[in-house]
């Protein structure tokens, strides 16, 4: 069974740093990775997924995610953040199992972005 | 706005009692999978629905159980309520099987 490690919990950032939220998976085998983000009180959102072709992949407000290989890594990152970037993203890996895909998750990392 | 839909919002309830969480696919998305969504055990797949049938099951409890009708809506049942059912509950759907998943809003259960 596929597992998916989010290296960091909370991530405490100031307005514009740069931002790199990490993400490592268990499978050696093709996957489909995805990162979602969950704003407080509200639903997951699909910010970008890796399907095959470029390791790098751009999302959406300005996020994109390296997928390496080598590293089962498939690490977020945004050049300068803003406060409405404060949110818990998700990064998940997809299980293929009996013809069905199912999403297995990580813990979650809490980004904070103070002024 | 994913097209994702899910009601009630929140839904409160004691212990031993039934609820149904109701989930509407987007418009043409076949597949439907249910997630639950606890401060220990974080974001776990439990069950998928495709065209209504059953596709996949992961960590559901026999107490709980869901189905798909014809207009591809879903129903998650959830009964025998414990104070550790107490979740968030999300749907999501996707066009077919290994397709991008859409995320609904979520059902707050609170079991007291």
């Known amino acids: 069974a596929q597992s998916v490690t989010q290296l960091d919990s909370q991530v405490p950032v100031f307005e514009e740093a740069p931002v790199e939220l990490r993400c490592n998976y268990s499978?050696?085998?093709?996957?489909?990775l995805f990162w979602y983000v969950q704003y407080p009180n509200q639903g997951l959102q699909l910010l970008l997924k890796y399907l095959s072709g470029s390791t790098l992949v751009k999302g959406i407000n300005g996020f994109e995610a390296e997928f390496n290989k080598s590293q089962t890594s498939f690490h977020l990152r945004k050049p300068s953040v803003h406060i409405s970037d404060t949110a818990e993203y998700f990064c998940?890996?997809?299980?293929?199992?009996?013809?069905?895909?199912?999403?297995?998750f990580g813990k979650g990392t809490k980004l904070t972005v103070n002024p | 706005d994913s097209g994702v839909t899910q009601t009630p919002k929140h839904l409160i309830t004691a212990t031993g009692q039934r609820v149904t969480l109701r989930c509407s696919p987007r418009s043409g998305d076949l597949s439907v999978y249910w997630y639950q969504q606890s401060l220990d055990q974080g974001l776990q797949f439990l069950i998928q629905y495709y065209n209504g049938e059953e596709r996949a099951k992961g960590n559901i409890l026999e107490r709980f159980s869901a189905q798909q009708f014809p207009d591809l809506h879903s129903e998650l049942n959830l009964s025998s309520l414990e104070l550790g059912d107490s979740a968030l509950y999300f749907c999501a759907s996707s066009p077919d099987v290994a397709e991008t998943q859409y995320f609904g809003p979520g059902t707050r259960l609170l079991v007291l």
């Open positions: 998940a890996v997809s299980e293929e199992e009996g013809g069905s895909e199912k999403l297995v």
């Open positions: 499978s050696s085998v093709s996957v489909y």
